[in-house]
């Protein structure tokens, strides 16, 4: 359904200023639903078919996406309202990607970065985008995880979004309100608390009907439990020997979009999703995007992947002139290391990511609550032989690392 106030007389200025065509007329708009089970609990998401008639006379249909704030009568509206996660969406898409693009585009990078935004209007606290599905952009499959060839190319938009934003940082600092220095573990907020002590909640359950793994590692989980915001705030927390840049923050498989060749070899990739950016190193969406999004056979080249990003972050911040410190691979290796807890707590979400069983998971609260619902819907997502293949190799991996061990 349109939201009454999406009229033709409301998206025609907003169109004629976007194609810079004054004498534009907008004839009919009209909706369907965008986005499918598991792929977005923050907003509303709807795609708009629209006719226009350019000034010249020349008829066009063209689709948008339309994101919504979710109602303030949702209780977990309040969760994405105490991390301003609506406002520093609509930060980045009417001033930060623009400038990150134009800092790129200055030293001859012109790959698309995003979706252009047509409208930011934060009194309906909605954005109108671009539909890349026109472009030819389509998301991978979030089920069946990604393999080598779309990693790459992930790791290397990461690798120019990264460059660009510490290049940003340094010459425009003015632009990073408060906003982009909160994250999930933010000390000074208290709603993701009950949101990740739910989900390790569930993980734990999972961990009790699997006995090997129990016998392993379920002391050390155990303990681990009344630490985790603490940890997991340490993986953001930054000193001045720590490379610092805008993250995308939330980079897993539905938030890239594609271009394939005729070979369906994936050759472009732009992000999407932009509610948790904030300034942190850049290996955070590393950690985040291996744990979440890759084929178990690649995350096992994750020293090569973390080489990759490294060796084209470089290459990027030379091209954009950037004069400050970076550090060395085995530093940037170092670093992030350090962070390596960030995976664990990314893993607490990977089993809604990937679920594509028969619940209701619309609700973002059935993934954590210790409800009726939420126990079964948290139980369904288990069920993922994939994911249940995944855990022993990431477990092993993280105690090999003392990660699992108290700090």
Not at 152 to 169: D, P, S
Not at 227 to 237: N, P, Q, S
Request: proline share 4%.
């Amino acid at each position: 359904m349109l939201p009454n106030w999406l009229t033709n007389e409301y998206f025609q200025p907003w169109l004629q200023k976007y194609y810079k065509d004054e004498g534009l007329k907008v004839l009919k708009i009209w909706a369907k639903p965008a986005g499918g089970k598991g792929e977005n609990f923050v907003g509303v998401m709807t795609r708009i078919q629209v006719d226009f008639q350019q000034g010249d006379g020349v008829l066009k249909n063209e689709s948008y996406i339309v994101k919504q704030a979710l109602s303030p009568d949702i209780p977990q509206t309040a969760v994405f309202v105490e991390y301003d996660l609506y406002q520093r969406e609509m930060n980045m898409y009417e001033f930060i990607l623009p400038k990150l693009k134009e800092i790129l585009q200055e030293a001859g990078l012109h790959e698309k970065l995003t979706a252009d935004a047509v409208v930011v209007d934060r009194e309906r606290s909605t954005i109108i985008l671009e539909d890349l599905t026109s472009l030819k952009y389509k998301n991978a499959n979030r089920v069946n995880l990604l393999g080598m060839h779309h990693t790459k190319v992930t790791v290397e938009m990461l690798a120019r979004f990264h460059a660009a934003g510490v290049v940003l940082k340094q010459r425009h600092p003015e632009l990073l309100s408060q906003c982009f220095f909160t994250n999930f573990f933010s000390r000074d907020k208290k709603a993701y608390t009950e949101v990740y002590t739910g989900l390790y909640r569930a993980f734990m359950r999972f961990i009790d009907t699997q006995p090997e793994l129990k016998k392993t590692y379920g002391e050390k989980l155990e303990k681990l439990r009344p630490h985790i915001m603490e940890y997991g705030a340490r993986a953001y927390d930054v000193t001045d020997q720590d490379l610092q840049t805008l993250i995308h923050g939330d980079c897993w498989t539905t938030n890239v979009m594609y271009q394939y060749d005729n070979e369906g070899t994936p050759i472009h990739v732009v992000g999407i999703d932009f509610q948790f950016s904030n300034i942190t190193s850049p290996v955070i969406d590393l950690h985040y995007f291996f744990t979440t999004s890759l084929r178990d056979e690649v995350k096992e080249e994750e020293a090569e992947l973390v080489k990759f990003h490294y060796l084209t972050l470089k290459e990027n911040l030379k091209k954009l002139a950037y004069q400050g410190p970076f550090p060395s691979l085995q530093e940037y290796q170092d670093q992030f290391e350090r962070r390596r807890f960030k995976s664990l707590m990314a893993n607490l979400f990977k089993p809604g990511m990937t679920y594509n069983g028969t619940e209701d998971v619309s609700d973002f609260s059935d993934l954590y609550s210790d409800t009726p619902k939420g126990r079964h819907v948290q139980k369904a997502m288990y069920t993922n032989e994939l994911y249940q293949q995944s855990i022993p190799k990431l477990l092993a991996l993280l105690d090999s690392k003392g990660v699992l061990d108290i700090q």
